[in-house]
């Protein structure tokens, strides 16, 4: 026991020790300038300008409009609002799905989730709604309620080998520490504006991911089985995240470290 | 610290230190790998300059952050105070990583329609380093500025 | 290779010194990388030469190299001398290339 014990203090004194070092290792205002700066020449225009071209193709803003049975020009506040409940579903979707039913509507085949061509897509719609704020409700009907609860219950779950849970990383408590040099973000916070800036492309992959493959990447690294893309869990996880960050500006395709 | 989230936090840590596999050596290992444009500063400085002096000078602007989130994409710009006319312009702006494999990142040759003298681009570097923009003007003569950018371990994922 | 030119400010006149920004998707890689699957060192692949034509003059020529980042952005100014097209040539070192170009507009 005495042993465990003196194992622990030391683990904290280089772990402090590291924390301080990394204080002094984080960006100053004028490099964060640079890399915010860098969002004007965003490599994932390209896609998004691609993902335009296969959703007017595939579907068309007419199609979907009906299959969300909104008018045209409603499109983009309903679409600041995903995930949400669409009638002829009749549970709460992604905006991924919601194009994949699109997709059926017209009596293409269906893209999957996973695909090149769905990212594309969804950054594209998403982007309609650029400038908007995020407006998920919550509240809206019977569905949405469960789903936030749903996605609270999947966001504090302690799974895997390490019994983590999302909560455990980015929790009020331990939001702002540095986990290898980055600081800890407040999913919730303005700066971060989590659902309103995915899909986004990641620099350290030099790919546009989107917010429920972000999360996927994440449980990946935590020890966590993923969530499939497409289940009840992650939508609900989705429903859940994007509320906390509700409000936010949307700016698609986001930049991520 | 809270003992409840120091645990949670250090869990997190182990976790991520666990699957990715530490930055600082693989840069290591790579320093033994040999590209095919391998190139040291003095040699790609020779073939810039032919030789002739190199004058730091506030005349050229270099930004680059000071710390660097991910070394595989960099932001660098570089200026040149300059009339840009026909007889006095910035002929060249030469953009060099020193520590990498293959120094040189780009050589730009502009022309008095530029207008102004400025370039800008996202780099990888593959350790800390300093990054040196090199201004190569009309009159035959050669100015400099440098930066240090500290690249940084990453975060999880 | 996809690419794509942006023009900032959207609006401009004669005369106004405009920011032209060059993207592409390619891979650059820089000949070092090994394949995690294979482990074998995946060879360089990486755009060597960008010309920036105006009016099928030319604007700027870059030599580049594989320390670009990944899918490159290439950022220069053009002194807006009149209407024209803007033509941008791009090769990589295994020959493949690709032009692209863009109206320029000015205002008044």
Known sequence: MRKLSMCTALCSLVLCGMLNAEESMSMNAADKAMYAEMLENNPAAMDVAEGEDMFNSLIGKDAYA???????????????????????????VTLSQSLQMAAADRGHPVPKLESNEMIKMTAHVKSLANGLETNIDVKADKQMKEMAVLGQHVFEERRGGRGLSCNSCHSPDIVGSRLRMQALPDLGAKETASAATWPAYRMTQSVMVTFDKRMQQCMKNALLAELPLGSKEMVALEVYVTNKGKGNTMQIPGLKR | MERRSFLKGFGAVSACAALVPSIVSAADEAKKVTGPNEMSVESALAAITGGKPVTPSTKVSLSAPEIAENGAVVPVKVSVESPMSANDH????????????????????????????SFATRIKLGTTQDVLAIAEL??????????????????CG | MKTLIKIKPKDYKVGDIVKVDFMAMHPMESGMRKDKDTGQIVPAHYINEVNFLFNDKMLTKMITWESLSVNPVLTISLKVSGAGTLKVLAKDNKGDNVESSVAITPKG
Do not use: W
């Open chain 2, 90 to 117: 910035v002929k060249a702006i030469h953009v060099l990583a020193t520590k990498n494999n293959n120094v040189r990142c780009a050589n730009v040759y502009l022309t008095p329609a530029n207008g102004e003298a």
């Open chain 1, 66 to 92: 009906k299959v969300l049975g909104v008018k045209v020009k409603d499109l983009p506040k309903t679409i600041a609002g995903f995930p949400r409940m669409v009638k002829v579903a009749g549970k709460v």
């Open chain 2, 138 to 155: 009309s009159n035959g003569t050669f100015l400099s500025a440098k930066q240090n950018v500290k690249v940084t371990i990453g975060g």
